[in-house]
């Protein structure tokens, strides 16, 4: 079924992509489309018998419709695109009109105060919908039914048409990209290792076939579960608040110049995070992604750019960061100074994706609906180069086929729902707020969606940043030691841990200064106590064993989870792009999500969590500090935890 084009290819002057079927893998190369499933758009032509396919009969499907209560698009009170120093106090709802204004979003009659806008709405989707277009029929028929593989077509051309013209109005080449939607973004990134990747084993294959991949030094940790298995060799390249480095030591360049063959591969593949970068808070600038877009260009990289905080992006830090600092305040800037705008000012104030910039048709982004809807809906796309849409497609038809047609149909009818006039009337006997006729969040709902998710976010992220900036150092004051400075008060202070603000996504990344803690370097009173550094020479002088970093780290940890604190972090070494940056640096860090605690928790556990930092730096007994790294390495959960049920995947989630 071929989707409605946005400009007709006539009048597109734009040069065409690159072909870059030289990078896919042979697996790629030998795949041809599903002989069975070509068959699909004939489906669509009115009044064909249907002989061909395996298909049941929709009538046969149990649910008669699916309905649920959903939110408003109004729900959530967004923050200014522009945070002007002194122009703070947003007073609640009375804002919204200007801001809805200036976002291009009607607020409609029935946005005015904050009950109206919280309330919910019914939507439902019927068995059968009598629209004949493919494209605007929203029903179980047709969702539940096996379909195309590049998605539920009204749910892909809204969400295809949302990509091309609001949140990538830029791209350079000939037609545009193209979308296909995908069970979330850790399966986008699977088909698209699937698709450039040749899996290659150690002692088997010819070490001048590995495949490598580039990241930043710390990196979202489920990557390395996707490639390391497949034979990729993971090399980190360095990264600084921002994100990835082109130039320096450290840097793409610098790798990808000096490359040393006998690992392998020149990298052919980047795995990037840009805007509020899990787990470092960073959004990169359209000033370095150009830099780094370049080498890419250069050197033959295929772009993989995971950003599923797109729309997490904090103005506010900046300013913040340098008031709590006692720094000249930045001027506002403009973050995008691409041609074409999407006409959203909420959207045009966001660092804009490297598709935007994409002359070859090298990137290849995947976006989910996890931040935005849900997790558990398993639902994003993928948006590329037709080309390379073209090959996720094959590798989809031969594996998941299309998202659950259950997520798909519900997504589909919140977006674009009309409510069909019998649907309505069967809730006549329902609440007044029940009946309210859902007529689909369309565009500009969307867009109103993710820029009150934003301002919740970013209060979360201000509440959380303000708290820790209050506690990051530690003021001691001590007797002098000196007679001449007998009537003088001393007084020390030390450098718990330092931070940048969150630029955008959901964590904060949090330096520790171990080096400060009284205990540091240390000797140890037992060498059995578990340190994944106890054998670097670091931690040892003269044959004896140091407190170091990793032993602090580890300790802080568990110290953390006893109460008063009940405080779980996610420590650094997670996160870490190798096992070389998990020794040398990655115990050093901290990430701290403020986004799955409720509102007030925010606020009350990161004031317990630097209660708990100031108490760990007064501990001076090397036994206690001991006692913390031996209940670190073994089973039992202190603090009352309960028997420490189902905590056995507990490195899933907390890396996600
Ligand atoms: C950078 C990044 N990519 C992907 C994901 C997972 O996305 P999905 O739920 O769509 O698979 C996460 C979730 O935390 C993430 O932080």
Redesign the pocket.
Known sequence: MALPASSSPAEDSRPPPKDLSHLFSDVTKARVPNSLKQLYKYFAIPGIAQFAGGLPNSSYFPFDTLEAQTAKPQRWEPTPNDPVPGKDGLDDFEVLPSQLSRAHISPGPKTKTKDDALAAAHLIVPHDDPVTDPFRRIDLATALQYGQATGYPPLLSFIRQFAREVLHPNVPYKGGPEVILTV??????SKVLELFVNNWIEGKNDVRDRPSLVTETFM?P?VLSQSRPRGVNVIAIAMDDEGMLPYGPGGLEDVMSNWDYSKGRRPHLMYS?TMGH?PTGGVLSVARRKQLYALASRFDIIIIE?D??WYLQYPSAEVDEARARSRPVPESKLVNPLQKKSGYDFVDSLVPSYLNIDTDGRVVR?D?F??TIA?GC?L?FLTAAPAIVDRVLRIAEASTAAPSGFVQVFVAQALMGRQPEAATKAFASRSTKDQLTFSGWHTDGWVRWVAGLRGEYERRMTTMASILEEGSWQLKQSTPTRDSEAEWGVITKTQLYDFAWPRGGMFLWLHMRFETHPLWKVPRKSSSSSSSSSSSSSSCRDGIALIDGPTLSGALMVYLTHKPHLVLVSPGSMFSASDEIREETGWAYFRLCFAAESTENIDICSRRFVEGVHRFWRIKSVRELEDLVEEGSSDVVAAGAGEGENLTNLSAWMG?
């Not at 979330?184 to 990134?189: I, K, R």
């Open positions: 979330g973004s850790t399966d986008g990134n979202y489920a995070v899990n995971d599923p905080y995947l989910t996890s931040k997790p398993r994003g996600c």
